[in-house]
């Protein structure tokens, strides 16, 4: 039964595609990437929800519960917080710069040789955060379905994804990620109120989200490394340009903060109540679970379509900087290609690690002190502009130094990025001091 719904859900996702294609627009990369900015507060919050949902925030995060207990809801309430700090201070600055891209925004507040840098890190990143979301997929697929079963069906829907993504662009993806955001919330309530109903078990599990396994430090890791991103993100940044206006942006932001709250605690109680299971949330889906059929059909559901959301906004994020941002071109043919050549690309890394945080920690590890902390400096200043050279010493001693901690094991992120982060203070200081002696200069020379 599981199987036809999956045949189901592919070709829906084709059809919608093609359904919400505009080819007039489409041949601009910069209208493909943003749906033209027509998107209001609730599509803007349902699809940030989607693209947040993915990999890490349901299998790895069922993993993560065997390792730090109810501590793993810090996964998502992290994120919450950032979406918060996002709405209230990033929005209304990136909104009047006319940009379309994370990059594009470093262009214009700081220079072209910061954009290109940044460009090549994020796509170099989130190459990492596809293979995630596909890995996850792949994980969850086989465990559902038996044998080869579930590995043709893994390639059928990462196909599918790729496919839909490629031909309907922002304006397909925004929209299917919220259907997919709706299914997501009914598997998961159902789940949960299924493992309320079992007293004894609710009973026994420990709800408190700090413990001997993840302390102070853990958490202010945790949201330097993880929670940043949801501040200062191409994937949030896309929302945020796709929106009607910035009062949409700055509502949807915050809505997906709540429902994040919601979602990490429902996603870690059912893996505080699985935790003998090879995967506390996937296991919950085996034939063996003791999960009624019909909740482990719609929490499956939902999964894969998270699952998917995830991917496919991902997926044209990463596309859409190398089309604007490295190849400075505005063609969606192009894109199309690209997101062909990305998505098949990750789905063979998806068959290289089946370890769904590490890849995603080894894109943030990248992307945070290179990219992420050096721009979210820049944008909570009141400085318009900032020293490029300086700015981008900073942010590539920070960048090289997260991917070293990520290589060694070492605490280098944490190092590289306070470095990037007094680089970018010494930038502004710079402009500001120039501009002020400019300032005097003129000053003196008038009669």
């Known amino acids: 039964?599981?199987?036809?719904?999956?045949?189901?859900?592919?070709?829906?996702?084709?059809?919608?595609?093609?359904?919400?294609?505009?080819?007039?627009?489409?041949?601009?990369?910069?209208?493909?990437?943003?749906?033209?900015?027509?998107?209001?507060?609730?599509?803007?919050?349902?699809?940030?929800?989607?693209?947040?949902?993915?990999?890490?925030a349901t299998l790895g995060m069922g993993s993560l519960a065997q390792k730090t207990g109810a501590a793993a809801f810090w996964w998502l309430g992290v994120g919450s917080l950032g979406l918060f700090i996002h709405a209230r201070f990033i929005v209304p600055k990136i909104r009047a710069l006319g940009a379309c891209t994370l990059p594009d925004v470093l262009g214009r507040v700081v220079g072209r040789r910061a954009k290109r840098w940044s460009a090549l890190i994020i796509v170099l990143s989130w190459v990492g955060v596809v293979a995630a979301q596909f890995t996850a997929?792949?994980?969850?697929?086989?465990?559902?379905?038996?044998?080869?079963?579930?590995?043709?069906?893994?390639?059928?829907?990462?196909?599918?994804?790729?496919?839909?993504?490629?031909?309907?662009?922002?304006?397909?993806?925004?929209?299917?990620?919220?259907?997919?955001?709706?299914?997501?919330?009914?598997?998961?309530?159902?789940?949960?109120?299924?493992?309320?109903?079992?007293?004894?078990?609710?009973?026994?599990?420990?709800?408190?989200?700090?413990?001997?396994?993840?302390?102070?430090?853990?958490w202010i890791k945790l949201l330097l490394l993880v929670g940043i991103t949801y501040v200062i993100g191409p994937d949030m940044f896309s929302r945020t340009f796709a929106a009607r206006s910035t009062p949409d942006a700055q509502k949807g932001a915050v809505l997906a903060g709540v429902l994040l709250l919601f979602f990490g605690a429902a996603i870690t109680f059912l893996a505080l109540n699985n935790l003998s299971a090879a995967n506390p949330i996937s296991g919950w889906l085996t034939q063996?679970?003791?999960?009624?059929?019909?909740?482990?059909?719609?929490l499956a559901l939902g999964l894969v379509g998270a699952l998917a959301g995830s991917a496919d906004t991902v997926l044209l994020s990463a596309t859409g900087i190398v089309e604007r941002d490295i190849l400075e071109g505005d063609r969606s043919s192009r894109m199309r290609w690209l997101i062909a050549l990305f998505g098949t690309g990750s789905v063979i890394l998806a068959y290289e690690s089946a370890d769904i945080i590490g890849w995603?920690?080894?894109?943030?590890?990248?992307?945070?002190?290179?990219?992420?902390?050096?721009l979210l400096v820049v944008l909570l200043s009141k400085n318009a502009r900032c020293h490029e050279p300086i700015w981008l010493a900073g942010a590539v001693t920070g960048g090289f130094l997260g991917l070293a901690g990520n290589l060694t094991g070492a605490p280098l992120a944490l190092l590289g990025i306070v470095l990037a982060a007094a680089a970018t203070l010494l930038a502004l200081a710079r402009t500001s001091a120039t501009a002020t002696k400019k300032a005097l200069r003129n000053t003196a020379e008038e009669p």
Request: with cysteine; aromatic share 8%; charged share 10%.
């Open 1 to 56: 039964m599981f199987s036809l719904i999956l045949i189901a859900y592919v070709a829906a996702l084709i059809v919608l595609s093609l359904k919400l294609t505009d080819k007039a627009s489409s041949r601009s990369a910069a209208r493909f990437l943003t749906a033209n900015a027509t998107a209001g507060a609730l599509l803007c919050a349902l699809s940030l929800v989607s693209t947040i949902i993915g990999g890490s």
């Open 137 to 218: 997929l792949r994980t969850l697929l086989t465990d559902i379905l038996p044998g080869l079963e579930g590995e043709i069906f893994f390639l059928l829907v990462a196909g599918a994804v790729i496919v839909h993504t490629a031909l309907g662009g922002q304006k397909a993806v925004i929209r299917t990620d919220a259907l997919q955001t709706l299914l997501l919330a009914g598997g998961f309530t159902l789940a949960g109120l299924w493992c309320v109903s079992r007293a004894p078990a609710f009973e026994a599990t420990e709800l408190i989200p700090f413990n001997e396994t993840f302390g102070l430090f853990d």
């Open 288 to 298: 063996v679970s003791p999960m009624p059929a019909l909740i482990r059909i719609a």
């Open 360 to 374: 995603l920690l080894y894109a943030y590890a990248l992307f945070v002190p290179g990219v992420a902390v050096p």
